[in-house]
């Protein structure tokens, strides 16, 4: 059986186990992971890390440097983020979605890693070795 572990802002874990990072995703997304997370069936252990507009951007910023694969919503973005979104995409880890297609039109710019859903990335995630 495998273990899941949720982590957010301060707590960081250091292990070998399977490990994303889910920023500002919405409470469908999260729902979706579950669902997700109860079919695999590949006896992992998997750590996820969340954001979700916290005042702690450091700690965000130290969880995506990590080089784990990350969801970055941009249309669930506050304020407190905005100011790093740019630096965020550009990073080859972070995949990022948006309905918006002007916020498409100005992101497809830096990276090439727009999502069509979170359920694309997530499959991604649990089929990547």
């Given at each position: 059986?495998?273990?899941?572990?949720?982590?957010?802002?301060?707590?960081?874990?250091?292990?070998?186990?399977?490990?994303?990072?889910?920023?500002?995703?919405?409470?469908?997304?999260?729902?979706?992971?579950?669902?997700?997370?109860?079919?695999?069936?590949?006896?992992?252990?998997?750590?996820?890390?969340?954001?979700?507009?916290?005042?702690?951007?450091?700690?965000?910023?130290?969880?995506?440097?990590?080089?784990?694969y990350t969801y970055l919503n941009l249309d669930?973005?506050q304020d407190n983020v905005v100011q790093y979104?740019?630096?965020?995409?550009?990073?080859?880890?972070?995949?990022?979605?948006?309905?918006?297609?002007?916020?498409?039109?100005?992101?497809?710019?830096?990276?090439?890693?727009?999502?069509?859903?979170?359920?694309?990335f997530i499959e991604k995630v649990l089929n990547?070795?």
């Open positions: 059986m495998n273990k899941i572990n949720l982590i957010s802002p301060p707590d960081k874990l250091y292990n070998n186990h399977k490990t994303f990072n889910l920023v500002c995703a919405t409470q469908k997304e999260k729902e979706n992971l579950s669902f997700a997370l109860s079919k695999n069936n590949k006896g992992e252990d998997i750590d996820i890390y969340v954001y979700n507009n916290e005042n702690n951007l450091l700690w965000l910023l130290d969880v995506i440097n990590r080089k784990n669930n973005l979104t740019s630096y965020i995409v550009s990073l080859p880890n972070v995949y990022y979605y948006t309905k918006d297609l002007k916020t498409k039109a100005i992101y497809e710019l830096i990276s090439t890693n727009l999502v069509e859903s979170f359920d694309k990547d070795k």
